[in-house]
Nanobody, 123 residues
């Protein structure tokens, strides 16, 4: 499955942004999905994950209570709603799919990646 992320841009600290990730060449309904991010000079880090059914989610401590991951299997899309953005949230955000049905925090377990979308938060 091919993934394409969109929705990034520039926002002031405290603002909100919604990222979308749409699949083509297949459906995401059989995949667990996740969002990762990579800031300049840093390793790619887990942000949020959601199970195949959407019944369970998991968040990195740094975004818990501010970000919400959701999915629409009919539209073959996954979303990341980001509220109360901070300058430290500035990064390229990637959506990814893994073949297990649960939540996966390790990037190496994901088999399909979107191209990334840049989020810049200015203070």
């Amino acid at each position: 499955v091919q993934l394409q992320a969109s929705g990034g841009g520039s926002v002031q600290a405290g603002g909100s942004m919604r990222l979308s990730c749409v699949a083509s060449g297949g459906t995401i309904s059989m995949y667990g999905m996740g969002w990762f991010r990579q800031a300049p000079g840093n390793k790619r880090e887990f942000v949020a994950g959601i199970t195949r059914s959407g019944s369970l989610t998991l968040y990195a401590d740094s975004v818990k209570g501010r970000f919400t991951i959701s999915r629409d299997n009919v539209k073959s899309a996954v979303y990341l709603q980001m509220n109360s953005l901070k300058s430290e949230d500035t990064a390229v955000y990637y959506c990814a799919a893994h073949q297990g049905g649960g939540v996966e925090v390790f990037a190496a377990m994901y088999t399909s990646w979107g191209q990334g979308t840049l989020v810049t938060v200015s203070s």
